[in-house]
């Protein structure tokens, strides 16, 4: 760990051990430790011997101060982030005033909420000849989207991963209903993934805003939709992977000769020689 380098680190969904090793590793030499206090949980800065900080009452100039003084003052700097720094981070601002200010930084990756709630599903998100692409993204909200970025303009391209957008069910359904989709297309939330708290919601475009009503989830949530997160799947079989098919063949295995069928003659009669 370099001194006076600001190093933004992910920290993960929430469980305490989904950070990484280089993670731990960071947070655990940092002498100055500036953490997103309204995500993160303070059980991950348990024990660590820096001085610690809370982001969420502060605007980008005094975290820019507070990042730059520390680095200056040759210390070794994290930037905790929850999940991972890219998605959602707001970590562009911070780095366009870091490199102004001539410190030096590192993005370390984390565990993005999307991947913590398909775990608790137990989903795959790339279910060969169902899906094969997953889109991050969030519904408009005060902050607007760009062209060609609007959920109607996303609807049907495989698994739609959206972020910030649990009190927009009602907005969320509309939208991609009235784009083509299914009102029956599966859809699960999680919140709180990965932490003893967590819940899970499963339900359809035609359900889903009223049972997030019910449940009162409105914080911390991840909204999945699409075909993947079918839960019937499962158990109807199916969709199997050619990677791991026994007449597949790539540079670590050949493929294995298709057996003859059993009613099938080993041996064809020959015709008599009239």
């Known amino acids: 760990m370099k001194p006076g380098t600001v190093y933004f680190v992910g920290a993960g969904p929430g469980d305490p051990e989904l950070i990484t090793v280089k993670g731990r590793r960071l947070l655990d030499a940092a002498d100055y430790v500036l953490f997103t206090g309204s995500l993160v949980p303070d059980v991950m800065f348990a024990g660590l011997r820096a001085v ?25 700097v994290v930037r905790a982030h929850t999940g991972d720094p890219s998605v959602y981070g707001a970590i562009h601002e911070q780095i366009v005033r870091l490199e102004r200010a001539g410190v030096p ?116 949530a991840m909204v999945l939709v699409g075909p993947a997160l079918d839960p019937e799947l499962r158990f109807r079989g199916g969709h199997e992977s050619r990677l791991y098919a026994s007449d597949f063949s790539h540079r670590f295995r050949k493929a294995t000769p298709a057996e003859p069928h059993q009613d099938a003659p080993q041996d064809a009669p020959k015709e008599e020689t009239p």
């Not at 610690?52 to 070794?76: F, N, P, Q």
């Open 105 to 220: 930084w590192e993005v370390v990756p984390g565990v993005t909420s999307a991947f913590a709630a398909a775990a608790a599903l137990g989903a795959e998100l790339t279910i060969p000849e169902l899906t094969q692409t997953v889109i991050l993204t969030r519904v408009e909200g005060r902050t607007s989207m760009p062209p060609g970025e609007k959920l109607a303009d996303l609807a049907g391209h495989g698994t739609l991963c959206l972020y910030l957008s649990a009190t927009l069910t009602d907005k969320l359904a509309r939208e991609l209903i009235g784009a083509g989709m299914p009102e029956t297309t599966p859809v699960a939330i999680v919140q709180y993934a990965s932490m003893p708290q967590q819940r899970i919601l499963r339900g359809t475009l035609a359900t889903i805003a009223a049972q997030v009503r019910e449940a009162r989830m409105r914080e911390q």
């Open 52 to 76: 610690i900080e809370d982001s969420k009452g502060i605007d980008l100039d005094e975290m820019e101060r507070r990042l730059v003084t520390h680095a200056r003052a040759g210390e070794r």
